[in-house]
């Protein structure tokens, strides 16, 4: 498919457009990526605004729930006068004014092993910015079955990590960690608490990921690498990742038929 | 063996919000029992009933994975830099 940049699109990206890594040819491939954001939450609101103003071509945005007033800290995407709405028409309304070239496709519906593959199948990335482990490992599973690249993330306090996984080439979530914590084990940000800011860090390098991956910087994204940010000293640090050859997902002896049946009871809550 | 040991943000409520300790042993097994004694309660969140490293968890030896090495016997030297890594998830409410 051949596509032009339109001088009003030139001029609108131009600032990317300017960086070699990216340039016009780059652009284009960023107009026709289409980026699933799972949740729009705490990860999912920056990562969703910062794909819609680099002008992503599709952006599905999936996610049941309604804002409420202790979403606002850090689930950008949602102002004030939303609380009560559900979040995919509040997100919408918000990206469509930002960037009305981008094409909203908004799922209202839990994330669930029934319809994880006929969801994340419609797309070239996934961006998981869901809240908990159920929905973490339901990603991974589907995504890799499916051979979908994507971005994990995960935050807590002033604690992030975040890890982009290339099915088939490089190490998968479940390499990481063989399985979820039974439900109550670990804290979630209801009980822990999370700093707005630290989810917005994290969800801009998923976007950032997702827009490299469309640009032509395949070879560089945060793979076989679980990054771990701390707030509290501000460091950054890198953990290598090994792909595991007996994983239950991406391995040889591939276990997971289905996906997440361990875990189901918390299944599918998108949002962080 | 004293060995400096990365805590993770969930683990810093046993060490008075330490984001990094120093503990003893000449084996990972050792160390977690030294982190015990030091922060009772700790070990319950590190290893199952077992004694096993549980699945949400990993541990590095300077940035090695010892589910590649010997796991629970893994050698330690002076001066090793230990992390501990649970998944984390976050939470939406």
Known sequence: MTLRLTPEQIERYSRQIMIPDVGGKGQIRVRQGRVLVIGAGGLGSPAAFYLAAAGIGTLGLVDYDRVELSNLQRQILHFTEDVGRQKVASAEEKLNRLNPEVEIRTLAVRLEERN????????????DGSDNFATKFLVNDAAVALGKPFSHAGIVRLQGQTMTVIPGKSACYRCLFKGPPPPGEILSCQQAGILGAVAGTIGSIQATEAIKFFAGMEDDLLTDRLLIYDAKTLSFRTIEVQRDLGCAACGRKKGIKSTTAESSVEAGKPGS | MMVRVRVPTPLRKFTNGADEVKAQGNTVRALVDDLENKFPGIKERICDETGKIRR??????????????????????????????????????
Do not use: C, W
């Not at chain 1, 593959?117 to 990335?125: C, K, Q």
């Open chain 2, 56 to 93: 949400f968890v990993n541990v590095y030896i300077n940035g090695d994975d010892i589910r590649f090495l010997q796991n629970m016997e893994t050698a330690l030297k002076e001066g090793d830099a230990i992390s501990i890594v649970p998944a984390i998830a976050g939470g939406r409410k």
């Open chain 1, 116 to 127: 994880a593959t006929e969801i994340l199948a419609a797309y070239d990335f996934i961006v």
